[in-house]
């Protein structure tokens, strides 16, 4: 069943792209919008739109490879 509904991944062209929203931390509604491909890991290509500003092929926040930055 393919998932018509959602835009096909233009990267591997067989995953589809899912929106992701509502991705506020802290019970804050942020205005916060990301697509990922569902042919994950082996694609992961990811869009996200934030504050007006694209941001392609960001590290997924899985933990791995990538650590946040915490000024004390
Ligand atoms: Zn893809």
């Given at each position: 069943m393919?998932?018509?509904?959602?835009?096909?991944?233009?990267?591997?062209?067989?995953?589809?792209?899912?929106p992701?929203?509502?991705?506020g931390?802290?019970?804050?509604?942020?205005?916060?919008?990301a697509?990922?491909?569902?042919?994950?890991?082996?694609?992961?290509?990811?869009?996200?739109?934030?504050?007006?500003?694209?941001?392609?092929?960001?590290?997924?926040?899985?933990?791995?490879?990538?650590?946040p930055?915490?000024r004390?």
């Open positions: 393919a998932n018509e509904n959602f835009p096909i991944c233009r990267k591997c062209e067989s995953g589809n792209l899912l992701l929203s509502d991705f931390g802290q019970g804050a509604s942020i205005q916060y919008k697509w990922v491909c569902s042919n994950a890991p082996d694609c992961g290509f990811n869009i996200k739109i934030r504050n007006g500003d694209v941001y392609i092929n960001e590290p997924i926040a899985s933990g791995a490879g990538y650590s930055r915490v004390s």
